[in-house]
């Protein structure tokens, strides 16, 4: 089992920066494939950024790429989302969450097992 709590959401104005962190508990996070998903008002949930468990292979959807980082550091069980120029557009509630079959390759591909409860990200004007 693996809990999982997102942090740094919040207000930032459009082409400002945001860093998302995800604290997981459990001591074999590490061998967890990790994900950042958002959803916006009336909108389904998209997968953001993936990442695999050693952090050598990432994933991000296109309206993302160039402006968003995912990484982790598994000495502190932890997942991070880097936004930079953020837009309108990537007003959402941002999620974490985990997985432990997931091989590289399949970062993309739902479901993951484990999710947060979730943080606001509001980019405006």
């Known amino acids: 089992q693996v809990q999982l709590v997102e942090s740094g959401g919040g207000w930032v104005q459009a082409g400002g920066s945001l860093r998302l962190s995800c604290a997981a508990s459990?001591?074999?996070?590490?061998?967890?494939?990790s994900a950042w998903f958002r959803q916006a008002p009336g909108k389904e949930r998209e997968l953001v950024a993936a990442?695999?468990?050693?952090?050598?292979?990432?994933r991000y959807v296109d309206s993302v790429k160039g402006r968003f980082t995912i990484f982790r550091d598994n000495a502190k069980n932890t997942v991070y989302l880097q936004m930079n120029s953020l837009k309108p557009e990537d007003t959402a509630i941002y999620y974490c969450?985990?997985?432990?079959?997931?091989?590289?390759?399949?970062?993309?591909?739902?479901?993951?097992?484990?999710w947060g409860q979730g943080t606001q990200v509001t980019v405006s004007l």
């Open positions: 990442i695999s468990w050693s952090g050598t292979s990432t």
């Open positions: 459990g001591r074999t996070f590490g061998s967890y494939a």
């Open positions: 969450a985990a997985d432990r079959t997931k091989t590289d390759w399949m970062l993309a591909t739902p479901p993951y097992d484990y």
